[in-house]
Structures are given as C-alpha cells and as structure tokens.
C-alpha cells in the first residue's frame, strides 16, 4: 500500500493517508464505480466464511456483483477431474517438498478425509483418523 502513503513526514503523511482512506472508502461503496466478486469453494466453512464476507460488505454498504462458486466437480467429468486434482496436487506437493527442505523444515501429510472436519465431533473424527506419526 506504498501509493497510500503519500509523501512527506510526520503528521503531514498521516493525514494525506487518512485522507486516502476515506477516498478508497468512497469508491467502495459508490455502486455505480465499483463491485466486488467473491470468490468461494462448495464446502461447510468457505459457506460459512462467505456468508459472513457477504453480509460484513452489505453492513459496509459494498456492493456484491456476484458469488463465484470455485471448483465444483460435474459428476459425469467425476473421474477425469479426480485425475486432474491428483496430478495438480502432485505437482504442488514436490514442489513444497523441494521448499521445504531448502528451508529445513518438514512437512506433515493429514490424508483427505471422506468427510468435512467441523465442530468437536469432526476433531474427533480427525483425532482418531491421523496418521499413529502424527500423534
């Protein structure tokens, strides 16, 4: 945020900064210059997270243009796309593992669970399905 900043020192920047603010604030909730699009993925909390972002901005008076749903998976591609995931997730993996050991930590694997991890009965769940090195 360096162009907020303005120029100068001392009081003079803080206030050019504040005035910047409020000048940023304007263009947020003016709906006819500005939108935002959120962006979420079809699970429990990025629902819930969403929700709470959706009405956070309408609190603000930000206007909403649209909800984008990210990676839901067509169930006659089911196959395909599970092939596609694995192959990506490979990829990342190696590539983290590579970071990893440049910096000289580990990284721990939790395995997918075949359902969402929420609340208490859901960290049980998680608990008693880890890994016995994860313990």
Known sequence: FGWLAGSGEGP???RSFQ?????????????????????SI?????????KRLLADL????????????????DASR????????LATQQRSLEALDGLASRQGVEVTRVPYM??????????????????KELL
């Open 12 to 14: 003079d920047q803080l």
């Open 19 to 39: 005035f910047k603010m409020i000048e940023l604030q304007d263009l947020f909730t003016d709906h006819e210059r500005a939108s935002f699009a959120v962006v």
């Open 42 to 50: 079809p699970t429990n909390l990025a629902l819930e997270e969403t």
């Open 58 to 73: 309408d609190e603000q008076d930000v206007r909403v243009g649209m909800v984008i749903m990210n990676r839901i998976i």
């Open 78 to 85: 089911a196959q395909e796309a599970m092939a596609a995931l």
């Open 114 to 131: 075949d359902r969402e991890v929420q609340g208490i009965y859901g960290l049980k769940y998680l608990a008693t399905n880890l890994p």
